[in-house]
């Protein structure tokens, strides 16, 4: 009755685990935060430890969810604070000491590139899980988790082929190492035969699941995001390999453009040493917020206050640039942050 | 019918993107991508075809009738789809300022006033990406409601009925409480006697579906009210069955404590695939400082997201929630109006109308009035001639009806979970009854072609061992193509070119 459905998820996990270097994807979890949790209980059981590290360059949304599930789990999460825009590797280690995990953005919440394999391999020195949140639409250019040593690789994916729509519905991905596979949440669609010998989809070591295994299950989901994912595999089979690192070029070139126009007109940015994908933090040379306010008054909304999350980030505003947008409009924006 | 990946043509692409005249940033050599994703590489109207013969191997509602019980799959109304579409909705980016997103605003606030009224509680989270996240959200509401009182360490327990759906157990172990099950009594209730001698100073709640996943409502619940919260517990509805009761009675009227409303199957959004969903929760006074951040506010004519919640239990879900989902349950919400009661008189009468024509054909282990779904059993016909619920099922497909729920609730054996919805017509409650019944003879006189089918689907019965024995969960593009490296060097032939 689902074949079509199940075919199409068969080939988004198999979407996702090109993209990652992983083994395994389940067939979507909620957002871009809640895999952040669902990646935590994966470590907690597959290591038997209970503490989490995270480093603050990473989202503050998921730092905040994962918070959020952590007591539950009876997990405790510890913070790496970030050194100049990136993670020092070094104070990684140290905290991994009896960690389970090891969760770092790449690029990062600054959009600064993260030095990933040394992250990992700091992680993995400790025997704790090294765990990629990863972009989707910059893996054409960047290196797949999977190749540097993670256990897992998790992230949002929005922004491969759906709506911004406020917020969601939108889906996260979570793909792991093949050892992982019998303790990973949600769905997971296998092929198999049918009676006549014939290729045919089914959902899989369902015994991992709620419906199952109840109180003793890996997660809790029922309902996932298929309609988003299956949205996903769409615009991913449209980009194909070459479409995707032009993608990421395009996204690089451009956002190199603002920040170099920015920096003309007098707007620095925070961590002028470190490179960047899509996204970069400037100084506004003002409060972040006025100079949001002062760029929408001229019809431009330029970013994000970091000073929102971050101490001592009151002036600094996180600009995003992707292949959505032109020269032109780039130029206004400059003009509308020039003071 | 072949995977995308079989029809990769290297060099092949279906989109172009922008090439701005402008120097590429180098990215460090130790961050940069060696080996290009084997993403599938065909033209734009491969694609389009491929994805429309996937569509064309699935059976959704709107095919045909999917009486999947516990699931409410109900019609989606197009007209949603038209509306979440809306530029100022679908392309507003979740970070603006709240000043440039008052319509949104305004339209969750709306969302939330309408489910105050429908559940018959004080306030409202949006956030919950699904029911079951909803639950795990309502625990982590009553641990932070009891540590606030001091009482966290104290009070462990979760009492579940041995008919809830999996999720509830599932959620009592991720917001780390133990598990109390209670049985069910001869007419499908909670059985109220063994709940008395397991509710104590060491309960922390009750988490109940009502009508039950019988599709029964319980009769006793003012008792439960009483047993519960004389022992100072909190108790959680399970909304999954809300489209039983919408405008007849109220979760909250009933003493529930925290509910979370699956918008997806009650207030309709297109989930057969498996989402999105939406699970909201609402919540009696008491509990509101603990909502998840941000809660949306009204301050005069103007909206807002409030994050200033010092008792907060933090976030579950990026933003405010899935706002496309909230989009089309509000503009199917508004649709329906005040005669939202009359979307649930119909579902229950449709299904008293089935469970009428199938009782005396198949078991039915309550006999009583059903609210919106009810359950029959497939024992007898295994018992005298070998056909199992499973069977039963396989060979509705060959009728062209998707299969109900099977083997749940599970204190059913052989358990058949229909719910039929309302947005069927009584002819086509008729034509599934009549199926119902064929089969019914036909694993007397044949058993084989009951046993045997599904018949005319585009696979046959599936190897579900084989897939769990040796999982293969990725397309394996070593053992199937040609050597990996003869596409990229046609790649870089072209790059060259």
């Given at each position: ?42 470590a907690k059981h597959a290591t038997g430890r209970s503490k989490i590290v995270v480093t603050e360059a990473t989202n503050p949304q998921v730092r905040q969810v994962v918070k959020t599930y952590a007591p539950g789990f009876g997990l405790e999460v510890v913070e790496v604070p970030h050194d100049g825009g990136t993670t020092d590797p070094d104070r990684v280690r140290e905290a991994a000491a009896d960690a389970a995990a090891v969760i770092f953005q790449q690029p ?232 | ?6 029809k990769s043509q290297a060099g092949r692409r279906g989109l172009a993107v922008p090439k701005p005249e402008l120097p590429v940033p180098e990215v460090p050599t130790e961050l940069a991508r060696k080996e290009p994703p084997r993403l599938p590489e065909l033209a734009e109207p491969e694609v389009l075809r491929h994805f429309t013969e996937l569509s064309t191997r699935n059976f959704g509602i709107d095919t045909g009738f999917y009486p999947l019980g516990s699931c ?426």
């Open positions: 009755m689902s074949q079509g459905v199940l075919q199409a998820i068969f080939e988004y996990q198999t979407a996702i685990c090109e993209l990652t270097g992983m083994e395994v994807s389940n067939a979507s979890g909620y957002d871009g935060t809640t895999v952040a949790a669902d990646a935590c209980f994966v990062n919440f600054f959009g600064c590139l993260e030095p990933a394999p040394d992250l990992a391999a700091a992680a993995n020195d400790a025997e704790a899980m090294p765990i990629a949140h990863v972009d989707l639409v910059s893996l054409g250019v960047l290196e797949a988790p999977g190749v540097y040593g993670c256990a897992m690789a998790i992230g949002e994916g929005q922004s491969a082929g759906n709506a911004m729509c406020y917020g969601g519905p939108h889906y996260g991905f979570l793909a792991a190492r093949s050892e992982y596979i019998r303790r990973m949440p949600g769905r997971i669609v296998g092929e198999t035969v049918d009676a006549a010998g014939e290729r045919g989809y089914v959902l899989t070591l369902q015994t991992r699941e709620q419906h199952i295994r109840r109180e003793k299950a890996t997660s809790n989901i029922t309902t996932n995001q298929t309609l988003l994912a299956l949205a996903g595999l769409v615009h991913l089979s449209l980009l194909g390999p070459q479409g995707l690192r032009e993608l990421g070029e395009t996204c690089m070139a451009l956002a190199g453009y603002a920040k170099e126009q920015l920096r003309a007109a007098g707007l620095e940015p925070v961590f002028p040493e470190k490179a960047t994908f899509k996204e970069f933090a400037v100084r506004t040379g003002r409060s972040a917020r006025d100079a949001i306010s002062a760029a929408r008054a001229k019809g431009i909304s330029p970013g994000y206050p970091l000073g929102r999350d971050y101490a001592g980030l009151d002036d600094a505003l996180l600009v995003a640039v992707t292949e959505q947008r032109t020269i032109n409009e780039i130029d206004r924006l400059v003009e509308a942050l020039a003071a | 019918m072949k995977l995308i990946y079989e409410t799959m109900k019609y989606n109304p197009r007209i949603n789809e038209r509306v979440v579409g809306l530029p100022g909705f679908a392309r507003l980016h979740p970070l603006v300022d709240d000043d440039a997103a008052q319509g949104a605003l305004e339209l969750e606030w709306e969302l939330q006033e309408i489910l105050r009224e429908v559940t018959g509680l004080d306030a409202i989270s949006l956030q919950p990406a699904a029911g079951s996240q909803g639950e795990l959200t309502g625990l982590m509401l009553f641990r932070a409601y009891f540590a606030d009182r001091g009482e966290d360490e104290q009070r462990r327990k979760i009492v579940i009925p041995d008919t809830a759906h999996g999720t509830n157990p599932a959620s009592v172990t991720m917001a780390g409480y133990e598990l109390t099950p209670v049985k069910t009594d001869p007419r499908g209730n909670i059985d109220v006697e063994d709940l008395r001698g397991k509710v104590d100073e060491h309960t922390a709640g009750l988490m109940l579906t009502n009508p039950s996943t019988l599709g029964l409502f319980d009769e006793n619940i003012e008792e439960i009210e009483r047993i519960f919260h004389g022992a100072g517990a909190l108790m959680y509805y399970d909304g999954a069955n809300l489209n039983a009761v919408c405008g007849i009675s109220r979760p909250g009227d009933m003493g529930f404590d925290v509910v979370h409303i699956n918008l997806h199957k009650t207030f309709s959004q297109p989930h057969g695939g498996g989402g999105p969903g939406g699970g909201p929760i609402a919540v009696r006074e008491s509990l509101e400082p603990f909502l998840p951040v941000p809660v949306v506010a009204r301050d005069g004519a103007t909206f807002r997201l409030d994050y200033d919640r010092p008792k907060s239990i933090g976030k579950v879900r990026a933003f405010s929630g899935p706002f496309g989902v909230f989009v089309r349950s509000y503009a199917f919400m508004r649709a329906y109006g005040p005669g939202l009661r009359e979307m649930s008189e119909v579902a229950v009468l449709n299904a008293n109308y089935l469970l009428a024509r199938l009782k005396d054909a198949y078991d039915l282990s309550f006999d009583r009035l059903c609210m919106h779904e009810f359950v029959l059993s497939a024992r007898t016909l295994k018992r005298e001639h070998g056909v199992s619920a499973l069977d039963v099922a396989k060979r509705l497909m060959d009728y062209g009806f998707h299969p109900p729920t099977i083997y749940f609730p599970l204190i059913v054996p052989e358990a058949l979970m229909v719910e039929p919805t309302e947005s069927e017509a009584k002819e086509t409650l008729d034509a599934f009854a009549e199926a119902m019944l064929a089969i019914v003879r036909e694993a007397a006189e044949s058993p084989e072609l009951v046993k045997e089918a599904p018949h005319d689907r585009p696979v046959r019965r599936l190897d579900e061992v084989r897939a769990v024995k040796t999982p293969v969960v990725r397309y394996g593009f070593e053992a199937h193509e040609a050597p990996h490296g003869a596409g990229d060097r046609q790649l870089e032939a072209q790059k060259g070119a």
